[in-house]
């Protein structure tokens, strides 16, 4: 029940931890077993995890367990890590490999702190969300450690796997799979629901199933956030009806005969509303946000601007734009509001006509433009390559004695180097440290990804070891940028491993973006070694790479392959990508049609192959009689009358 010492740490007989002397007035018994002890420096995440598997843990805890220590134990978690030396350079990849000396490596620190999922970063150079208005975290980031991160408890990683691997081949015999599921003997808690949630969130009948198969176990009552990483898989596959269920569900209680307190929150539906955003349902996500009221919650201008963010960053500008105009009188124009759709206009769609139009239109109507406003138009210029435009903003700032934030300052520079710039984009950075602006891993970013489209490797990985020496660890677009200079299926998968080690575990974009590079390779053993690695390491196959597999295979000539997985797609209930169903329809037709052409020139070819036998029989009979009479002598008889001879 307690951690086991290491070697070097302070053993007390009788454990002073805090949490242990809890446990000992609540539960009425020693936090120990019979000769043991506990650390003192145990991780918080390890200690709740020992709590939260105490059987005579008392019912009117369950609500301190599952809603109020476990943020608490989260953000004791998080605490910043060591800092971290920088790598060493010399061979092409060697840049990659930490110091063995290193006494504060990231290994070591990943082994002090959990490792939490890595998302792209909000200040990258190409883009300027508005608050958390493009931020997909609770979609995503909610299934805990889902995102390819390793689970550090090992009972709860063995019970993962048990879980997981009961699941598996679920759309091909479901009842066989529930039976596994009844009988793996796992006892459900809030952590194995989060991390077997995170591991199926791609397979939503497997995932569901699991889910209400832990909502019936003793003891185990689903939180908040188990009910919204369930409502965004099923949102994510379009099962809106069933995400509606567990939405009701939550308005009535766990489970609804109950009564319990209501679980649902505006945060609960401002899932259902992004998702209805990426599955470009407008009227969906409308009434998602209008169904506040049926729940008791009065529409605030932060839900509003929420709805507005969802419909933008799924490229449903006009649409959010629309809805700006019409909801004047019941949410007033604001500046951030309009910064929302701008910069829909400037990231999203990145289209610098219609952000010049609404950029011209919030100055009609008297919105003032901050910071935010003119990060989005220079970062819509600078992925236009538009450097004149970025520049003459950027100078506009200043004389309006608008204070540019890290956002602004990134662009620029990503402009600046994009323009090949790069010694006045080294400048600027060293200009925003001297003004108090912290360069951050997405400024780096902004100067490594143009010098590695321009193939300048040297300068590249210099600055890759500065951001280490800086403390600063390198994130998925930082090892993206690298991915695309790499020539060799060893040198991908090589880096593939150093990924993995430094704690920046590849997530399916990273995937999808090197079996789209080995598939041009022409890799194909490769790129099935990538396809079942994805699901080894927890990010398992969506939509997405399963469309960029099927083209891959079809394009190198791999056709029954890809028709194989495009049935293996359409049975885990993705939806095709018209081109790729047109094709392979195309294919699966011209297919049928060829083995029918086939199967007619067969029988005709046995019917002529019959008719020549016959004619074949025929003509030996007639050779052979004529043979025969040639071989015989010819017998006539004569008959002589009066002198004539009669034949």
């Not at 290491?6 to 007035?25: D, I, K, M």
């Not at 000769?35 to 598997?53: D, K, Q, Y």
């Not at 030396?85 to 290193?102: E, I, K, Q, T, Y």
Request: one cysteine or more; hydrophobic letters at 40%; aromatic letters at 8%.
């Amino acid at each position: 029940l307690v951690p086991v010492p290491q070697a070097g740490s302070q053993v007390f007989p009788r454990s002073p931890n805090p949490l242990s002397l809890v446990l000992e007035l609540l539960t009425g018994t020693p936090w120990r077993e019979e000769g043991g002890g506990a650390e003192l420096g145990a991780p918080p995440a390890m200690w709740w995890r020992r709590i939260g598997r105490i059987s005579s843990l008392p019912s009117s805890l369950h609500h301190l367990q599952t809603h109020l220590i476990p943020p608490v134990v989260a953000a004791a978690a998080l605490a910043p890590a060591p800092s971290l030396r920088p790598w060493c350079g010399g061979h092409p990849l060697s840049a990659f490999c930490a110091p063995p000396s290193s006494p504060a490596s990231p290994d070591a620190a990943a082994a002090s702190t959990p490792r939490v999922p890595q998302l792209p970063d909000d200040d990258d150079e190409g883009s300027n969300d508005e608050g958390e208005s493009f931020a997909d975290a609770d979609d995503e980031g909610s299934l805990g450690g889902g995102m390819g991160s390793p689970v550090e408890d090992e009972e709860l990683a063995r019970d993962v796997g048990v879980v997981v691997s009961s699941l598996q081949g679920f759309g091909e015999d479901c009842a066989e799979a529930r039976r596994r599921l009844e009988q793996c003997g796992v006892a459900a808690g809030p952590e194995l629901v989060q991390e077997v949630l995170s591991r199926l969130r791609n397979d939503w009948s497997a995932a569901f199933t699991f889910f209400l198969w832990a909502g019936k176990q003793p003891g185990c009552a689903h939180s908040v956030r188990a009910y919204h990483s369930m409502i965004g898989i099923l949102g994510k596959l379009r099962r809106f009806d069933t995400a509606w269920a567990l939405v009701d569900e939550m308005k009535g209680g766990r489970p609804p005969q109950q009564r319990a307190p209501s679980l649902v929150t505006p945060k609960t539906l401002l899932i259902l509303t992004r998702r209805y955003s990426a599955a470009h349902d407008v009227a969906g996500a409308i009434n998602s946000f209008y169904a506040l009221k049926r729940f008791g919650f009065a529409p605030r201008m932060e839900d509003f601007q929420g709805l507005l963010g969802a419909l933008c960053r799924y490229k449903n500008v006009e649409d959010a734009e629309h809805l700006l105009h019409c909801n004047q009188n019941a949410f007033p124009f604001e500046t951030k509001s309009f910064n929302i759709v701008l910069n829909g206009w400037c990231n999203a769609v990145v289209s610098p006509r219609e952000a010049k139009r609404f950029w011209r239109e919030m100055a009609n109507r008297g919105i003032q433009c901050d910071a935010v406003s003119y990060g989005c138009m220079i970062s819509c210029y600078s992925k236009a390559g538009n450097l004149r435009d970025v520049m003459k903003l950027f100078d506009q700032m200043k004389r309006l004695e608008i204070v540019p934030d890290r956002k602004v300052y990134n662009a620029v520079v990503y402009a600046l180097a994009k323009g090949k710039c790069i010694d006045e984009a080294r400048g600027l950075v060293k200009t925003m440290e001297e003004k108090g602006v912290v360069p951050n891993a997405a400024t780096f970013n902004s100067l490594i990804r143009p010098l590695c489209k321009a193939r300048r490797l040297l300068e590249a990985r210099a600055l890759f070891d500065e951001m280490w020496s800086r403390g600063l660890s390198p994130c998925i677009r930082t090892y993206h940028a690298f991915f695309d200079t790499l020539k060799t299926t060893e040198e991908v998968f090589e880096m593939l491993d150093v990924m993995k080690e430094k704690g920046c575990s590849p997530v399916s974009d990273t995937y999808i973006m090197l079996i789209r590079k080995l598939c041009r390779w022409r890799q194909h053993e490769s790129v099935l070694k990538l396809w079942h690695d994805m699901v080894a390491s927890g990010v398992g196959h969506d939509r997405s790479a399963y469309i960029v597999l099927i083209h891959g295979l079809f394009l190198n000539g791999k056709l029954i392959e890809a028709s194989a997985y495009y049935e293996e797609m359409k049975a885990k209930g993705f939806l095709p990508e018209p081109k790729t169903d047109e094709m392979l329809q195309a294919w699966i037709s011209g297919r049928n049609a060829a083995e029918r052409t086939n199967m007619v020139e067969s029988e005709v070819k046995v019917i002529k192959q019959q008719f020549s036998d016959k004619n074949n029989v025929d003509t030996l009979n007639t050779v052979t009689s004529r043979r025969n009479f040639l071989r015989q002598p010819e017998v006539r008889s004569v008959t002589r009358e009066r002198g004539f001879a009669l034949w």
